[in-house]
C-alpha cells in the first residue's frame, strides 16, 4: 500500500485519486509491461576500404553522420533480443561481415555473461537476450568484434567498435 501511495504521490496523481474507490485507484497505478521485441542491430561495413586503427570512416549502424558510432545507443526493454549483425556497405556478394563476440565493457551488463560469442555461421552475427535494466547514469558498454572477408580474403584480424545500449 506506502509503494502505491509514493507512486501516486509522486505522479501528482495522489490528490485526484483520493477521491476515487480504491479499486480504480490501484488498476491506474500498475504498469503494464510491453511483450518482448527482437531487436536487430546492423552495423554497415565498407569491406574493401576498412583498416586499422581508424575504422569510423568505414563503418557505422545507420545513424546520422553527426552521432559517432562510440556515441550510438541501443534502446531496449528487459526480455528483448538483440542480434547483431554485419553488411557490406559497398554489396559485393563474396564480401562477408562477421560480428564473432560481444564483450562486457562497462556500466551495468545488460546480460547474463560478459561475453556473448557469434553462432558460426556465414554471415556471423551475435544474439542475447537482455536480463537486466540499466541505471538512469549509466549505459552499457560493450564491444562488438568482427572479421571482414573482402574478395575471399580476411581483412586485417579482428576490428572493434564500442557502442553502447540502454535498457528500461
Not at 480504491?22 to 552495423?43: D, G, P, Q
Not at 564473432?100 to 556500466?107: L, P
Not at 568484434?145 to 579482428?158: A, E
Request: charged share 20%.
Amino acid at each position: 500500500m506506502e509503494k502505491r501511495r509514493s507512486f501516486l504521490k509522486k505522479s501528482g496523481l495522489l490528490l485526484a485519486a483520493s477521491s476515487l474507490p480504491f479499486s480504480v485507484v490501484s488498476m491506474h497505478a500498475r504498469r503494464v509491461k510491453s511483450a518482448a521485441e527482437a531487436i536487430e542491430v546492423t552495423l554497415y561495413v565498407d569491406t574493401a576500404r576498412i583498416v586499422k586503427p581508424n575504422i569510423n570512416p568505414f563503418c557505422n549502424f545507420g545513424q546520422p553522420a553527426t552521432i559517432l558510432n562510440e556515441e550510438f545507443t541501443i534502446d531496449a526493454n528487459v526480455g528483448d533480443t538483440v542480434t547483431w549483425l554485419g553488411v557490406s556497405s559497398n554489396a559485393p556478394l563474396t564480401d562477408v561481415v562477421n560480428i564473432v563476440m560481444i564483450n562486457h565493457e562497462g556500466g551495468k551488463n545488460v546480460f547474463d555473461k560478459n561475453v556473448l560469442k557469434g553462432d558460426g555461421k556465414t554471415p556471423e552475427r551475435v544474439t542475447g537476450e537482455v536480463k537486466y535494466p540499466t541505471t538512469v547514469t549509466t549505459k552499457y558498454k560493450y564491444k562488438i568484434s568482427f572479421t571482414v572477408i573482402n574478395n575471399g580474403v580476411q581483412r586485417n584480424g579482428v576490428f572493434h567498435i564500442d557502442p553502447k545500449m540502454e535498457v528500461h
